[in-house]
């Protein structure tokens, strides 16, 4: 069945014209403080499932502290004091001090494995506690002023965004694929750019997290086409979008989210529109997920004419 493409260049329809009318005459603050809006919520997110993490392995370990074996070495300590005076006799002849070194030995065997479990959940706990800072230092980034471009290789840019908007960490069980297909070196907005694909790469994990019969599967590319563009195509087998929803993708306000606000498409299509290029959105009927494809013009670095 053929695909069917819907960009953020069509007109609203079915009434959305007065919609359109309403918003702000300042529509360029709309769209970049929507995207900044995105991205805070994102960060939100992010950072609350490590914290969850974060604690979880605190509650461990704080768990393992209580109910530790070390206590036992008091006791030890002060039954030989208590019989320091004939210490070498209680020892050797008498069965409580014979049970000594046996008890010892069991004690060494528990306090070690003890340690080993300690090790392991503060060794997890620092893990969360990196990725917290990972995320923090590319978010950071990202919130830099866009508008200024730079020399930058696709590559790189779809690695930084799958690193905002999927960190190690916070994936579940959703598999991601980065399948650039260019090295080319070219002069872009790199964090208006990715402000879009991180858009695009939370919708697609929202759209794979809803449905619970399979895997969820991300795939982002970036890839030379014909024309002169350079397109940054991001796909998922999430639950799709419904013929109803298919016309208003990119419509101000328009989600299909319980908890959506209708900024992030209408965000991101006028962005890719400042860029020069469009953002659309790819759907075959009757197969599953949905592909958006942020198509740019591409301007090569000095070095790669």
């Not at 002849?93 to 030995?105: I, N, S």
Request: charge should be negative; hydrophobic fraction near 40%; glycine fraction near 8%.
């Amino acid at each position: 069945m053929k695909a069917q493409e819907f960009n953020s260049d069509s007109s609203p329809p079915n009434g959305d014209d007065a919609l359109e009318s309403a918003l702000p005459q300042d529509r360029e603050a709309v769209w970049r403080l929507a995207l900044n809006a995105q991205a805070a919520n994102g960060i939100l997110h992010n950072l609350g499932n490590v914290l969850t993490s974060v604690s979880i392995a605190t509650d461990l370990t704080v768990e393992l502290l209580e109910r530790s074996a070390v206590s036992n070495v008091r006791r030890v300590v002060e039954l030989l004091q208590s019989r320091q005076h004939d210490l070498g006799t209680f020892l050797t002849t008498e069965d409580k001090g014979r049970a000594v070194l046996p008890f010892l030995d069991r004690l060494a065997t528990t306090l070690e494995d003890e340690r080993h479990e300690l090790v392991d959940e503060l060794t997890r706990l620092r893990e969360q506690l990196g990725h917290a800072r990972r995320i923090l230092n590319r978010h950071q980034q990202l919130s830099h002023a866009s508008g200024v471009t730079e020399v930058c290789r696709p590559g790189e840019l779809v690695e930084q965004a799958i690193e905002l908007a999927l960190p190690e960490g916070t994936r579940g069980d959703v598999r991601v694929w980065n399948d650039c297909e260019t090295d080319t070196r070219i002069v872009i907005d790199r964090q208006l750019v990715l402000q879009i694909l991180v858009n695009l790469l939370r919708n697609a994990k929202d759209a794979v997290h809803v449905r619970t019969d399979r895997p969820g599967e991300i795939r982002i590319n970036a890839f030379v086409a014909e024309g002169g563009k350079i397109h940054f195509e991001v796909s998922d087998n999430g639950v799709g979008i419904s013929v109803e929803a298919k016309q208003r993708l990119f419509a101000y306000r328009f989600t299909t989210k319980k908890d959506g606000n209708g900024l992030g498409l209408y965000s991101s299509g006028i962005a890719a529109q400042e860029l020069g290029g469009r953002l659309t959105c790819t759907i075959v009927p009757g197969q599953e997920g949905a592909t958006f494809v942020l198509e740019l013009p591409m301007v090569l670095s000095a070095d790669s004419r």
